[in-house]
């Protein structure tokens, strides 16, 4: 628990422990199908942008005890990912967002820490949920390179990894052996 003493805020220091970030280059979005049975990361990622979303209900109040102060309560909650990158064509993950969407199907979109090592390669979950794919476009300028971006909408609540325990983590982990 942070406290004052002598006008400094004790227990809030950032050194490099407590502010040590992720970095971007380390975080994968993978996707599956229904069946689960092939967990693919999107080729040529750049950008990831994963939101959580809560909406309020208000009432207004003429309450002295509050001062008339709205008082709001939580409502609906929901989430949405989208993904950019470089653009290939013959990759699998792109093609199983491709035909999400065209057949209006969910996919699981799990997005995860890479955490490399000589013998494997460990993807331990970040968040995770059933998505519907509700756009995926390209873009080919003639001066650059062809890009995509992909946006998912979320259905039900999402997996994350600041609720889970570390069972749920360590169930949720997946290691690749590298060759």
């Known amino acids: 628990m942070a406290s004052v003493t ?3 805020l004790v227990g809030c220091e950032f050194d490099s422990a407590t502010a040590k970030a992720l970095n971007g280059n380390d975080i994968v979005a993978l996707v599956t199908d229904s069946t689960g049975a092939n967990l693919l990361a999107v080729a040529g990622q750049q950008g990831l942008s994963f939101n959580l979303n809560q909406d ?7 309450d002295d005890a509050i001062g008339g102060w709205k008082l709001r309560f939580a409502s609906n909650k929901d989430w949405d990912a989208s993904i950019d990158g470089l653009y290939s064509p013959d990759d699998e993950a792109t093609k199983m967002v491709a035909k999400a969407l065209a057949d209006g199907t969910y996919l699981c979109l799990k997005i995860c820490k890479r955490i490399r090592s ?6 331990v979950p970040l968040r995770m949920g059933l998505a519907i794919v509700t756009s995926d476009t390209f873009e080919a300028p003639n001066d650059d390179n062809t890009t995509y971006s992909m946006e998912f909408q979320g259905s ?4 994350l990894y600041e609720t889970a325990t570390e069972d749920q983590i360590t169930a949720a982990t997946v290691t690749v052996t590298n060759n």
Do not use: L
């Not at 039900?156 to 997996?159: R, V």
């Open 6 to 8: 002598d006008n400094k």
């Open 56 to 62: 309020t209900t208000e009432a207004a109040t003429k």
């Open 118 to 123: 000589t013998a494997n390669t460990k993807y």
């Open 156 to 159: 039900g609540k999402p997996w």
